[in-house]
């Protein structure tokens, strides 16, 4: 089993920055990828970002490009969300994911389905 627990989440004017940690415990020595995903009232669930943890390649999605930045903390199980230049459309709750298989092609990595263990999310608000 895997624990995954969020932090960081919060209310933001539009520009401001937010930092998320997300941190594992458990059974996390065969992490394949850790991902950030997002979901908005009233909207589906969406791939924010994931990082394949053994090579630290990172995959976003480009509505956040240039403006997050996902980075790993391997001693520490944690991975990390930094957020800037937040726009009221970032409002959601952000879930971390972890996923436990290998991860071939980038479609993985966004595929909520190839995640084997979720945390509980952490709202974040950004304000207009």
């Known amino acids: 089993q895997v624990q995954l627990v969020e932090s960081g989440g919060g209310l933001v004017q539009a520009g401001g920055s937010l930092r998320l940690s997300c941190a594992a415990s458990g059974r996390t020595f065969t992490t394949y990828a850790m991902g950030w995903f997002r979901q908005a009232p009233g909207k589906e669930r969406e791939f924010v970002v994931a990082?394949?943890?053994?090579?630290?390649?990172?995959y976003y999605a480009d509505s956040v490009k240039g403006r997050f930045t996902c980075s790993r903390d391997n001693a520490k199980n944690t991975v990390y969300l930094q957020m800037n230049s937040l726009k009221p459309e970032d409002t959601a709750v952000y879930y971390c994911?972890?996923?436990?298989?290998?991860?071939?092609?980038?479609?993985?990595?966004?595929?909520?389905?190839?995640?084997?263990?979720w945390g509980q999310g952490t709202q974040v608000t950004v304000s207009s």
């Open positions: 994911a972890a996923g436990f298989r290998p991860y071939s092609s980038e479609s993985d990595y966004v595929n909520e389905r190839t995640y084997n263990y």
């Open positions: 990082v394949s943890w053994s090579r630290g390649s990172t």
